[in-house]
């Protein structure tokens, strides 16, 4: 079992930036994609990007492409979310996932992801 902690989220203005942390309670021993998605007030839950197991290959939804970069520590058994550029529409609780293993599927699914955070609230203010 593998717990996964997010941290960094709060309020911010506009234009402003966050940095979403993504903790995992232990070393699982093994390689896992870390994904980070969303959920806004009565909306769906959306991908927003994804670190792959393997090689560390990044990707990103087309809304936050170019604004969010997803790096991860190894060291720390920490996956980071910049947020930069932020808009009131980023506003949502962000929650981190854990893929174990090697995974050629895509990251956008949240079906295929093992475990979950808690989420964290980010609110960006107009």
């Known amino acids: 079992q593998v717990q996964l902690v997010e941290s960094g989220g709060g309020l911010v203005q506009a234009g402003g930036s966050l940095r979403l942390s993504c903790a995992a309670s232990?070393?699982?021993?093994?390689?896992?994609?870390t994904g980070w998605f969303r959920q806004a007030p009565g909306k769906e839950r959306e991908f927003v990007g994804a670190?792959?197991?393997?090689?560390?290959?990044?990707y990103y939804a087309d809304s936050v492409k170019g604004r969010f970069t997803i790096s991860r520590d190894n060291s720390k058994n920490t996956v980071y979310l910049q947020m930069n550029s932020l808009k009131p529409e980023d506003t949502a609780v962000y929650y981190c996932?854990?893929?174990?293993?090697?995974?050629?599927?895509?990251?956008?699914?949240?079906?295929?992801?093992?475990?979950w955070g808690q989420g964290t609230q980010v609110a960006v203010s107009s």
């Open positions: 670190i792959a197991s393997i090689g560390g290959n990044t």
């Open positions: 996932a854990a893929k174990m293993g090697f995974y050629s599927g895509s990251y956008d699914n949240p079906g295929a992801f093992d475990y």
């Open positions: 232990r070393r699982t021993g093994r390689a896992y994609g």
